[in-house]
């Protein structure tokens, strides 16, 4: 049983009760079923209990056999994590959830959402860019996002280090939804633990993933499309030629959506991506104005009608002690003299460096998505080749 086995049509109603929440939380969280998937059994079975109950003769038509659906507890475990941490669950056809996002082939048929759901109504629009951004990278993706926002339209991004921080600061008071690639109450990256906080108070947290899920690698390019299919366009500030941002305009393409760029430097290998989208028909991005200019007209925003609602109590507390970028590049340097080409365990790589997984974990995704290291089936590290 394969996800490409299955059609992306969606359903037509959402859940009515919570027990049909629990079995659609629990039918996404089964093994082997992703969103397609998903669709397919919905639409096939009716409802998502009949669909639950039809999953193991389906597992085992296909070949697998002693298949087990996630068991309830595994949901119950879920939610209470969601009420402790302030998270609502919006389903697909759910009066918050953002009629551009369903509108695309792979809609997520659940989000969890931290914060005020009212933003993701309104007009929205991405802006992503280079984690190691420069310092003019930086300056245009808060210009943007200020003038953006000013304009009415809630900046999207997926609050990684760069211009997705800087966008996210820019547009706190007028409206910025932040997707994460890990559970909702995940905080990733630390660094960004005060960012994250005032994002829930203040705008929208997004995630599909599991409560408590640590970002993977393999979870960014998912996270993507969801960050595209909110927004209107995409407009990416600063970008290498291989980029997760380079993903998330592909993302933005093949959903529609249109696609700009801010223009840099030819020998700036930062900036190689945003000219090859330039190249290939990208509008070219010099200030808000022309973001605006290359959208189709719309309706003036009502400002009155906008305005905060107070927030639930969120998050817990940001953690008290944050990592310089000394001793970030520091950490990352120690993890990487102690791997070479031969996988190593990771809980061994941990007992040699001697510190907490907490601390190690997060440095390991950093590393993953650089591409510096490798992670393979067991558990097993290496360097990239």
Same mark, same amino acid.
């Given at each position: 049983m394969t996800e490409e086995q299955f059609s992306s049509t969606h359903p037509k109603l959402p859940p009515t009760t919570e027990e049909d929440r629990f079995s659609w939380l629990r039918l996404l969280r089964s093994r082997r079923v992703g969103v397609a998937t998903f669709h397919r059994l919905l639409n096939d079975h009716g409802t998502a209990q009949k669909a639950l109950e039809a999953l193991p003769d389906i597992a085992r038509a296909a070949g697998v056999e002693r298949y087990e659906v996630c068991p309830p507890g595994v949901i119950h475990a879920e939610l209470k994590a969601a009420k402790a941490a302030g998270a609502r669950l919006i389903c697909r056809g759910d009066e918050h959830y953002p009629q551009a996002l369903a509108d *695309? &082939?792979? &809609?997520? @048929? !659940? !989000?969890?959402? *931290? %914060?005020? @759901? &009212? !933003?993701?109504?309104?007009?929205?629009? &991405?802006?992503? %860019?280079?984690r190691n951004a420069s310092s003019l990278g930086t300056r245009m993706a808060r210009s943007l996002a200020q003038e953006l926002g000013g304009e009415g339209y809630v900046v999207v991004s997926g609050l990684a280090r760069g211009v997705d921080t800087a966008a996210h600061l820019a547009a706190l008071d007028t409206g910025t939804v932040a997707v994460l690639a890990g559970g909702v109450d995940t905080i990733y990256p630390a660094e960004n633990a005060n960012l994250t906080h005032d994002i829930a108070r203040k705008g929208v947290i997004l995630s599909e993933q599991p409560m408590g899920m640590t970002p993977q690698a393999r979870h960014f390019p998912r996270r993507n499309r969801i960050i595209s299919g909110l927004a209107q366009a995409v407009v990416v500030v600063e970008a290498a030629a291989k980029s997760g941002s380079l993903i998330t305009a592909r993302d933005a393409l093949d959903q529609g959506r249109d696609v700009l760029a801010v223009p840099g430097h030819p020998f700036d290998a930062r900036a190689a991506g945003c000219n090859m989208l330039i190249r290939d028909g990208a509008q070219l991005v010099r200030n808000a104005a022309d973001v605006i200019a290359a959208l189709p007209a719309r309706a003036p925003v009502q400002r009155d009608l906008l305005a905060d609602l107070p927030a639930p109590e969120t998050l817990p507390p940001p953690p008290p002690q944050k990592r310089g970028l000394r001793e970030t590049a520091a950490l990352h340097q120690q993890i990487l003299s102690r791997l070479g080409p031969s996988p190593v365990a990771e809980d061994q790589l941990i007992r040699d460096l001697s510190l907490p997984a907490g601390r190690v974990g997060p440095m390991l995704v950093d590393l993953e998505i650089d591409g510096k290291i490798l992670r393979q089936p067991g558990g097993l590290l290496s360097l990239s080749k």
């Open positions: *695309i &082939a792979d &809609a997520p @048929p !659940l !989000l969890w959402a *931290i %914060g005020d @759901p &009212a !933003l993701l109504s309104r007009p929205m629009l &991405a802006l992503v %860019g280079a």
